[in-house]
């Protein structure tokens, strides 16, 4: 499957721990975005990077919220200090970067947290 | 006013039914849209892009008002399986080159 692949797809953690959500984009693509879903919600943009640069992370919360995609590897998404108001699903996107085509999504990791 | 706005329904038809969404958008350096079907609890899948000129795809028509900031999905003869959320979505709709997502129309085809 050359898709965009992110794990793990279903993640439960307890309040003040880390949360490391990771993504695999298309083979070949090198802009990765990432999104978060409230329950009953939208997609709401985070954060979008390309190999070792954070171009926009505009939507990511101030505090707790990292993103990289390094050289070698998946991307990460980590939450520290985890609190309830965080459980959500995160989808991961990739894309070749050009602005007429749409993204690739995974299949999207589903945090909870207790 | 929302970057990507859109009626969240639910829109319940009969199968066969002709179906209409509709979008508007609030950015008029927007540079490119498109319409996303996500069903239940599963990833966002696009369904296509959406030109001025308008584009057909079998029973899926997307047209687009640049002048309006409008954009339109029309679903001919619904199925069963068409059910789902149907999210309009606009590239540059917030600034710089990232998709924003309208928060979906819900579509229920019925028996």
């Known amino acids: 499957n050359a898709g965009v692949m992110q794990n793990p797809r279903h993640l439960v953690r307890r309040r003040g721990q880390e949360a490391r959500l990771r993504c695999s984009p298309v083979k070949g693509h090198s802009h990765v975005y990432w999104y978060r879903q409230l329950p009953e919600e939208g997609l709401k943009f985070m954060v979008y990077l390309q190999k070792e640069n954070i171009i926009d992370e505009s939507g990511m919360p101030k505090e707790r919220f990292s993103a990289e995609f390094p050289k070698e590897g998946p991307s990460i998404l980590r939450i520290q200090q985890v609190v309830r108001g965080d459980s959500a699903a995160y989808f991961c996107a990739s894309s070749l970067g050009d602005r007429d085509y749409g993204y690739t999504f995974g299949s999207g990791t589903r945090l909870t947290v207790v | 006013r929302k970057e990507v706005e859109q009626d969240p329904g639910p829109f319940n038809v009969p199968e066969g039914a002709t179906v209409a969404f509709n979008c508007t958008y609030s950015?008029?350096?927007?540079?490119?849209f498109f319409w996303y079907r996500q069903d239940c609890r599963k990833e966002p899948k696009l369904l296509m892009s959406v030109y001025s000129s308008g584009n057909e795809d079998g029973r899926f028509t997307a047209q687009l008002n640049r002048a309006s900031q409008y954009i339109s999905l029309l679903i001919r003869d619904s199925k069963l399986s068409d059910s789902a959320t149907y999210l309009c979505?606009?590239?540059?709709?917030?600034?710089?080159?990232?998709?924003?997502f309208g928060t979906g129309t819900q579509l229920k085809v019925e028996l």
């Open positions: 979505v606009v590239n540059g709709a917030g600034g710089g080159n990232k998709l924003t």
């Open positions: 950015n008029s350096a927007s540079q490119s």
